[in-house]
């Protein structure tokens, strides 16, 4: 059974951290890129950043780059998403997603990201 299991989500002062993880099972990590995406309430899903684990080639939204940095722990399936300097605008729902490619983008439609979280709330006080 494939799954994805996020953690780490909280509530958070603006400028404060905060790291998520994703642990996934039940495919070959190697063969996949996983992705972290968001969702605020009323707004669109939109990619924030992803690692492929056989290249390691990461890939970030603008409004993250230089905040938020992902990693990828292959001995234990997992991949991190350290959140620094963070904003009220990153509050939302994160979610993990795995799509089988070496070369990811979190600008490509959402279509091909093939497994997904149930997602983990990240909130940001003012």
């Known amino acids: 059974e494939v799954q994805l299991a996020e953690s780490g989500g909280g509530l958070v002062q603006t400028g404060g951290s905060l790291r998520l993880s994703c642990v996934v099972s039940?495919?070959?990590?190697?063969?996949?890129?996983i992705g972290w995406f968001r969702q605020a309430p009323g707004k669109e899903r939109e990619g924030v950043s992803c690692?492929?684990?056989?290249?390691?080639?990461?890939d970030y939204t603008n409004s993250v780059k230089g905040r938020f940095t992902i990693s990828s722990d292959n001995a234990k399936n997992t991949v991190y998403l350290q959140m620094n300097s963070l904003k009220p605008e990153d509050t939302a729902v994160y979610y993990c997603?795995?799509?089988?490619?070496?070369?990811?983008?979190?600008?490509?439609?959402?279509?091909?990201?093939?497994?997904w979280g149930q997602g983990t709330q990240v909130t940001v006080s003012s």
């Open positions: 039940g495919f070959s990590f190697d063969d996949y890129a």
């Open positions: 997603a795995a799509e089988r490619t070496s070369y990811c983008s979190v600008h490509g439609p959402f279509y091909t990201w093939e497994y």
């Open positions: 690692i492929s684990a056989r290249t390691g080639n990461t």
